[in-house]
């Protein structure tokens, strides 16, 4: 395979734009779909395609939002109206979020961390296609990934759990880079780490 400067440029530069920077226009419906085929095309031990994907756009955004500040609201009463409203807006203003569940299959091959690291892949592989069709992207999971009820209403079956939520739209600011690990500091030759006591 040739080498692809503009492949490896993108991922010198990759940022991700936070939920509240991520505008319309969106992706449309034949954008969309070319994002969930580059999604979904993860390493994936065993061919078990352990993970389900909810894509949450248009109306859906708000009655989703409607049912996560009920939830909020019934499990903690004191709840004031400002904070109600952010649960109201999780899926405001992006056009289109993608929910990530981890979908783990029966396998003698494939343990279960290897079945959930491939749906870390789909998440992470949604934020690239996000980007390789205009637009920008931001990784999260939030409460509503951990509560069992909220991510029942949000899709998740018995036995699942959300990844994350990729939430994809045109941004409205170009961050700045923020600072990236020390190569040194996180990377050592095995001869100098382990094995040579
Ligand atoms: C599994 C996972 C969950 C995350 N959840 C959140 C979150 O709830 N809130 C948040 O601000 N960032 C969250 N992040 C971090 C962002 O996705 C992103 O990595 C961070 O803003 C750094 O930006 P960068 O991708 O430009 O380096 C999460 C990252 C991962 C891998």
């Known amino acids: 395979m040739p080498a692809n400067p503009a492949v490896r440029d993108y991922l010198l530069s990759r940022r991700s734009v936070g939920p509240a920077f991520l505008r319309d226009p969106g992706p449309n419906a034949d954008e969309l779909k070319t994002i969930l085929t580059i999604a ?4 994936d031990h065993g061919k078990l395609t352990p993970w389900r994907l909810i894509v949450i756009e248009g109306d859906d955004r708000v009655r989703a939002g409607e049912a996560l500040a009920a939830i909020a609201a019934r499990k903690n ?3 004031d109206q400002q904070s109600l409203e952010i649960e109201r807006g999780r899926f405001l203003p992006m056009p289109l979020t993608i ?5 783990p299959k029966p396998s003698d091959k494939a343990p279960e961390l290897e079945q959930l690291l491939s749906a870390g892949n789909v998440a992470f592989n949604l934020v690239h296609a996000a980007h390789a069709m205009g637009y ?4 999260i999971t939030r409460w509503f990934s951990f509560d069992a ?9 018995p036995g699942e759990r959300f990844v994350g939520f990729v939430h994809i739209g045109a941004p409205t600011m170009v961050p700045e880079d923020r600072p990236r690990p020390d190569l040194d500091a996180v990377v050592s030759r095995w001869s100098d780490a382990a094995g040579q006591a």
């Not at 979904?40 to 390493?43: A, Y």
């Not at 920008?136 to 990784?139: G, Q, T």
Request: net charge neutral; glycine share 12%.
């Open 77 to 79: 009463p004191g709840l």
């Open 136 to 139: 920008a992207a931001s990784w």
């Open 99 to 103: 929910g990530v569940i981890s979908a």
């Open 40 to 43: 979904t095309r993860v390493p």
């Open 149 to 157: 009820e909220a991510a029942a209403m949000l899709g998740a079956q």
